[in-house]
């Protein structure tokens, strides 16, 4: 009870504030509560399933492609150039000193720089 | 070296213009430069935006109990990181999805530009969109402006491309390279019409660098996790980021020290100096000894007060115990006592008696503490525990050497054990190690013995096998085992004075030191992720590439054209060396001595906005608007083109069976009648 009263009052309280908006219409308040917005990758799917006019370009065709160059090696923890992966955490790094640095890391800090690199996948 | 602070960003508030009846009159546009970072808004006729705000909203939650909070936006948030999980965007990446936010951002604005027109907005509107925005995202912008506001038309446009229009209104062919707060595009515009089959777009652009800098930092210092916020991370990519000219070469130049010390940036966080400083042995004593005082002062004035308060009692007792003395009926003498909560004389007499050797012996006691002086009793240092228990103090000083040595011996044994035994636990975690192989040998010589000659544990030694197969190996750091240590380490630092404890934390540590961070190799590496987005694990190509990548769709003679003219818009571009690196890599992707020109933008976060009121006053704009009559007749997705618009490519009618979701059909349906 008190919520919808509350929520008529800030209603009205809106109105009164914005008297330029058509006093029927509001997203916030009439809608948001019953409504989720499609994100944004449900509006591509949805895109997808319609039959558009062919060579249509939609806003998921013109993503850039893959890179076609390997991806360079970076030292995770200083960013130099990185010429080894240590076997047991999978992390890069490129001097020895850093070598005895990522032994010691807590494996939180090693997940942290793995998800970062997106090598991390907690799921499979 | 200089020590920077760090630059926390105070927002100042939006003022409200004022809606002079000049603008109310002449039906001044007005152009939203709808950014994912920032919105820009203004009349078409003001010289700049009137406002400028984070496209952000924070809405307090509505805890039960509490008043329901004002919701913040954009500038009104002065502290974004107190309200860092309550904040809202209307953007997915690029695209609005979120039309209550985004309503809630309108409101905001034209309540800022002071309108008071009743029930509507009296104003054409020019708002910006994504590239390739999908229809369903601009059937709902539509909606909410035409019937949320009831402005009179509407326009879209693309940011990139007004932005160029600012800069240059030639028809000259040109390569657009805008950076966005979420999305980098790459623009092939040709003899003044973008080609939009061969756009691209690179899902990285701002907010993936001050994101990989704030993670960075944060895994660089954990203990400052909660310092090193996402609003400071940006700051830092302001004040400090830049792009390297040639990333791999200098890279290589961090590795030296030298370099590194010159380049690297010390920035100062906020930290407040620690109440417990460590305290030196002699101040320690001090301080005890203040606390005694301060004890026996206390113990002093209670006993005093105790006393005073026995004495009272006594008197009122001996008086009634004269009166009892002088009254001859027995019921008066009763109702006396009751008053005293006693039940006969005898009582009484007993607790006179008490009373009195109570009170003698606290006056004993005050005579003994104020005639000795408190210091004597106070003065006797709490021994320490260690003596008590194990540790005999020889009292020579030769002896006292060799007494400490072994203390240190017996401590170097233990540290030793242990990490011994953390080497062994890890060794035997991996197949491969020499330890692990042994333990499988051993293992299977347990397994292979035969039955007839069987005599296992006839021996007590034959059991120890078990502790070498055990991971563990045999036994654990035990709790015992560390506080023997410290207790050694207490010892030493008590008998020591040149001993400094080597794992217990002790050792002076400059606070002020422990506040900064070093801002070294991330300065460009965190703005490197647009030209090498795999260093955040997306198989994206970077920036160069796609350019390349676009360029390599033509024509020789075309994309020459285009290489003459390459212009870099959007707030990313103005992190130092983005220019020169953007040659740089022309250089290498264009042919052997071909030609190309690389432009920045003036204003590059904000000529999108200028461009966008250029054609607002502009003779062409009007013919450029949708109308409410259009929005009902043509579909709510209609727009017409011009060269800053997106293509026109109307909802088709979907195929029976094909299941789309239901509301974007009612909508469609229901504008189309």
């Keep these: 009870m008190t919520d919808s009263n509350s929520a008529e009052e800030t209603a009205a309280k809106e109105k009164r504030k914005f008297v330029f908006k058509d006093r029927n219409f509001s997203y916030y308040i009439n809608i948001s509560k019953k409504k989720t917005w499609k994100s944004l990758k449900q509006i591509i799917s949805q895109e997808h399933n319609l039959p558009w006019p062919k060579d249509t370009i939609h806003y998921s065709s013109v993503v850039t492609p893959p890179s076609f160059k390997p991806a360079k090696k970076y030292s995770d923890i200083s960013g130099l150039p990185a010429k080894y992966i240590d076997p047991q955490t999978k992390l890069y790094y490129s001097t020895i000193d850093e070598f005895t640095i990522v032994r010691t890391l807590p494996s939180d800090i090693i997940t942290g720089y793995l998800t970062l690199r997106g090598e991390h996948n907690p799921i499979g | ?673």
Excluded at chain 2, 476 to 484: A, L, Y
């Design chain 2, 1 to 673: 070296m200089s020590i920077l602070d760090i630059r926390d960003i105070k927002t100042v508030a939006d003022s409200f213009n004022s809606y002079s009846s000049e603008l109310r009159n002449s039906k001044t546009p007005i152009v939203f430069d709808n950014g994912s970072y920032n919105c820009r808004v203004g009349w078409a006729t003001s010289k700049q935006p009137n406002l400028i705000f984070k496209n952000l909203l924070a809405r307090p939650r509505k805890d039960r109990g509490r008043k329901e909070g004002e919701t913040q936006i954009g500038n009104d948030i002065n502290n974004i990181e107190a309200v860092r999980f309550q904040l809202k965007t209307q953007f997915d990446r690029n695209v609005v999805t979120q039309f209550e936010v985004q309503e809630q951002i309108l409101d905001y604005s034209f309540a800022h530009l002071s309108i008071d027109t009743d029930g509507s907005v009296e104003h054409p509107i020019f708002i910006t969109e994504a590239i390739f925005n999908p229809n369903y995202s601009r059937i709902l912008m539509s909606e909410l402006l035409f019937e949320g506001y009831h402005v009179p038309t509407v326009c879209y446009g693309i940011d990139s491309l007004l932005s160029y229009l600012n800069s240059n209104n030639s028809k000259k062919s040109v390569l657009i390279v805008s950076v966005g707060y979420h999305c980098t595009h790459v623009i092939p515009v040709i003899q003044g019409k973008i080609d939009k089959a061969k756009c691209k777009r690179i899902d990285v652009g701002g907010y993936h660098i001050n994101y990989y800098l704030h993670k960075l930092l944060q895994l660089k210092y954990p203990a400052h996790l909660n310092a090193i916020t996402p609003s400071r991370a940006e700051t830092l990519i302001f004040d400090h980021g830049f792009i390297a000219k040639n990333y791999q070469e200098e890279v290589n130049l961090w590795g030296d020290g030298d370099y590194y010390d010159q380049n690297v940036k010390r920035i100062q966080l906020p930290y407040n100096i620690p109440i417990s400083t460590p305290l030196t042995p002699d101040q320690q004593r001090e301080k005890r000894k203040e606390l005694a005082k301060k004890l026996v002062e206390i113990n002093a004035r209670k006993r005093e007060e105790k006393l005073i308060e026995d004495e009272e009692k006594l008197g009122q007792l001996t008086a009634l115990q004269e009166m009892v003395a002088d009254i001859e009926s027995q019921q008066e003498i009763q109702s006396a006592l009751r008053g005293f909560h006693i039940s006969n004389l005898n009582e009484l007499r007993k607790i006179i008696t008490q009373l009195k050797t109570k009170i003698q012996k606290t006056k004993q006691k005050i005579a003994a503490v104020t005639g000795n002086n408190i210091e004597e009793t106070i003065s006797e240092e709490p021994k320490i525990k260690i003596m008590k228990t194990d540790i005999k103090l020889p009292k020579d000083d030769e002896d006292i050497k060799l007494w400490l040595n072994n203390v240190y011996k017996k401590r170097k044994d233990m540290i030793e054990k242990r990490t011994f035994r953390k080497q062994r636990r890890q060794d035997m975690a991996k197949r491969g190690t020499i330890a692990a192989q042994e333990r499988m040998r051993l293992i299977s010589q347990l397994a292979r013995k035969e039955k007839n000659d069987d005599d296992f544990g006839i021996r007590d030694e034959d059991w120890d096998v078990y502790k070498a197969i055990n991971k563990e190996g045999g036994d654990t750091d035990s709790e015992e085992e560390q506080e023997k240590i410290l207790e050694l380490e207490e010892v030493l630092k008590y008998y020591d004075p040149l001993f400094t404890g080597s794992s217990s934390p002790n050792e002076p540590i400059n606070t002020k030191e422990a506040y900064q961070l070093h801002l070294g190799l991330e300065r460009m590496r965190a703005p490197e992720i647009l030209f090498q987005p795999s260093m955040i694990g997306s198989s994206q190509a970077g920036i160069a590439e796609t350019v390349d990548f676009v360029l390599k769709g033509y024509s020789a003679e075309v994309a020459n054209s285009l290489a003459g003219n390459v212009f870099l818009t959007g707030g990313p571009t103005q992190i130092p060396g983005f220019l020169e690196r953007m040659n740089k890599e022309m250089l290498e992707i264009r042919p052997f001595k071909s030609k190309f020109s690389v432009s920045l933008s003036k204003k590059p976060s904000l000529s999108a906005w200028y461009g966008a009121k250029k054609f607002c006053c502009s003779d062409n704009f009007k013919n450029c608007v949708i109308t409410y009559e259009d929005y009902q007749e043509k579909g709510a997705d209609y727009i017409k083109e011009y060269f800053a618009s997106n293509s026109y490519v109307p909802l088709p009618a979907p195929l029976p069976g094909v299941d789309v979701s239901n509301d974007i059909l009612t909508e469609n349906n229901s504008k189309g009648e």
